[in-house]
């Protein structure tokens, strides 16, 4: 008996708290429930923005993308290798030499030497059977 | 209709989707804001004693509650938008407190420390004034009285009676158990009635 009269003496209270409460909500003056207004109209734009806010980083994305394809590319292309065969060092040996330059100054008289021979073929005689 | 014209079709109409529920989920959204938004703001004005204050915490908990969990259920707005707003809080309240204890130590206390942030209200209801104003001060003693008690009891109770949040609503509002809920909102009736006395029922 005396747990139902406490229960309903903090229902009471409860209640006359809550009917207290409610009418100090609805005497809310119109500037305050302007500004609660314009308050939820910004946290409503922000549903728009988040669905577009994933855009914001499209560009960035993009330049991220563009940048893996490029170190893609250029770590999987063919190296250019320097062959590094006999007849190279031969040849870089010919080049350095002193002599070189003189040969440069004839270098016509060799072109024609070296043509004359691609031209004549070889100069032993072929056995041509009849 | 060749492959890409499908593909379009079909992506047109995923937007479509998208939009439709967009603009269902704002829809609702705007209804549950509106529903609450009045007595949150109540709330928060008694906890922190300033009404401009309280509409930043409003508006603040609104935000993070549209962006971060709009796509969640609309049964479970309710709570997570308390417990923002009870974060929110009690963020301030700490920050007030160190800003005080500054101001303390530089001597430049405020002069608007006691000010009374309840507007005049004009009557709906259609009561006398003497009616009002018994009202007016009855909620002011309520308040008073609110803010005398700890955080914890003073969130129990305004969650479950100005709010009307059961206790598992409450609860996750609160962060807490069920039974943490009930202990607080317990002693904050004890404390509120022995405080505010026989008179004021």
Not at chain 1, 48 to 75: D, E
Not at chain 2, 50 to 66: C, G, N, P, S, T
Not at chain 2, 77 to 98: E, G, S, V
Not at chain 2, 119 to 144: F, K, N, V, Y
């Amino acid at each position: 008996m005396k747990e139902s009269n406490s229960t309903n003496a903090t229902d009471d209270f409860a209640d006359k708290a809550r009917r207290l409460f409610d009418e100090s909500v609805d005497g809310l003056d119109g500037k305050t429930r302007s500004e609660l207004n314009r308050g939820r109209q910004a946290a409503l734009a922000e549903i728009h923005s988040g669905n577009r806010r994933w855009m914001q980083w499209a560009p960035a994305g993009g330049v991220a993308v563009a940048a893996i394809v490029a170190v893609v590319v250029w770590s999987g292309s063919p190296q250019i290798d320097i062959p590094d065969s006999p007849e190279v060092a031969s040849d870089m040996e010919i080049l350095l030499t002193e002599d070189s330059l003189e040969m440069l100054e004839d270098l016509e008289f060799y072109s024609w030497i070296d043509f004359d021979g691609e031209t004549t073929g070889p100069t032993e005689p072929t056995n041509n059977v009849g | 209709m060749n492959a890409y014209a499908a593909s379009f079709a079909v992506s047109s109409k995923a937007d479509d989707r998208t939009g439709v529920d967009t603009l269902q989920r704002e829809k609702r959204l705007n209804r549950f804001f509106a529903d609450v938004e009045k007595r949150a703001l109540r709330i928060a004005e008694i906890s922190v004693r300033d009404r401009d204050e309280a509409l930043d915490l409003v508006q603040d908990a609104m935000i993070k509650l549209a962006r971060n969990y709009s796509g969640r259920p609309p049964d479970e707005w309710a709570p997570l938008f308390y417990r923002i707003l009870q974060n929110r809080i009690r963020d301030w309240q700490r920050r007030q407190m160190i800003r005080n204890r500054v101001m303390v130590f530089f001597r430049r206390g405020t002069d608007d420390d006691e000010r009374d942030p309840i507007a005049a209200a004009p009557d709906l209801a259609g009561r006398t004034p003497d009616e009002q104003l018994q009202s007016r001060e009855a909620m002011q003693s309520l308040e008073h009285a609110l803010t005398g008690l700890p955080g914890r009891q003073r969130e129990a109770f305004m969650l479950r009676t100005f709010e009307g949040l059961d206790v598992a609503g409450t609860a996750a509002a609160m962060g807490c158990s069920a039974g943490s809920v009930k202990t607080h909102y317990s002693r904050a009736i004890h404390s509120l009635r022995e405080t505010l006395g026989e008179h004021w029922q």
